[in-house]
């Protein structure tokens, strides 16, 4: 008897639940995935279906929410009911500025797209021909930076170990730095990324590569894929202008100029002090010898002395010996 009942019912339950169907005038048709940029507008699109049977359908009640997971958020951010808005946070509207109970376009409009906006919808319509619940899904997209490659130690040092570091960055979802020899092998095998995701829920990204001695190519490329394995930008970097052990050209580094160009100065002034002394110091000694020679113009001019009245004893004139004044 038990069991009878049991399926009497079960009978009954699937027959009402097939007249609903066929009597369910109001349907809630949303987009299965919508996608939005980082920053900019989305568009999350839903509309209210209305059968042959009906014609004038008024809407009594919208109600937007946001899914955590599984379960739902239970504060609605965007309900209208009876005709006016009763909850409407910031940054979430209808994508329809004039809409109103009459007006089937129910679709949401998010003003200023952000990471936290990621993930699954809810809407819930109730009119005065039956009611309806649809979902949909909103995926945040970001693009990443050109990455940027540094090596450490700056110079590359012939015969000894280093490593290339890639950056990249402002990007979402998570993506991948990726690793190429100048034949375009893959060597992200041989690398470790680091992941760090910022409050604002975009990504940094950051892959270390470590170069060998005696192992290494001459050229080394870093490219950034979305989370879609598409690659968004390739950048290269030529170890042979880094220079070896041999090359120390220190306007390269900032820091190193900084206490080099002091020392070269200080070192100019030392050298010619010191010329200034030996010049001076030979100069003394010349004035010692030549004391009757007078000063005339700025040169030391010594005179030829006069013939000896006796002319079978001549005397080689002196010869005039100038002495160019600092």
């Known amino acids: 008897m038990s069991a ?167 990007g979402f979802p998570k993506g991948r730095l990726r690793w190429f020899d100048v034949h375009n092998a893959d060597w992200t095998a041989s690398a470790v990324m680091v992941a760090n995701q910022a409050k604002s829920g975009l990504f940094q990204l950051e892959s270390t590569l470590p170069l060998k001695s005696g192992s290494t190519f001459s050229d080394y490329s870093c490219a950034v894929f979305n989370a879609s394995g598409v690659q968004a930008f390739r950048t290269q970097i030529s170890l042979g202008s880094h220079g070896t052990a041999s090359d120390q050209d220190s306007r390269s580094d900032p820091e190193l100029s900084k206490i080099i160009a002091p020392l070269v100065i200080i070192g100019s002034l030392i050298v010619g002090l010191l010329l200034l002394f030996l010049f001076c110091r030979r100069r003394s000694q010349q004035a010692r010898r030549q004391s009757a020679t007078p000063l005339m113009d700025g040169h030391c001019e010594v005179p030829v002395a006069e013939a000896d009245d006796n002319p079978g004893d001549e005397r080689e004139p002196f010869k005039k010996n100038e002495i160019n004044m600092a």
Not at 6 to 28: D, E, K, M, Y
Not at 80 to 92: A, I, M, N, S, T
Request: aromatic share 8%; proline share 3%.
């Open 4 to 170: 009878r009942c049991a399926l009497f019912f079960i009978f009954t339950g699937r027959v009402l639940a097939a007249v609903n169907a066929q009597n369910n005038f109001v349907t809630v048709e949303c987009s299965k995935e919508n996608f939005g940029w980082y920053g900019q507008q989305s568009l999350l699109q839903c509309s209210v279906k209305l059968s042959n049977d009906v014609q004038d359908v008024t809407i009594r009640t919208v109600t937007w929410k946001k899914m955590e997971g599984t379960k739902e958020n239970e504060r609605p951010f965007l309900v209208f009911h009876e005709g006016k808005l009763e909850v409407q946070e910031p940054g979430y509207r209808f994508a329809d500025p004039s809409f109103s109970e009459k007006n089937m376009n129910i679709s949401l409009l998010i003003t200023n797209t952000e990471v936290a906006h990621n993930g699954s919808y809810k809407c819930s319509v109730i009119t005065d021909s039956g009611d309806d619940t649809g979902t949909t899904c909103l995926k945040v997209r970001a693009d990443y930076s050109e990455p940027t490659i540094h090596s450490i130690p700056k110079k590359i040092i012939e015969g000894r170990d280093s490593k290339l570091i890639c950056q990249s960055g402002g």
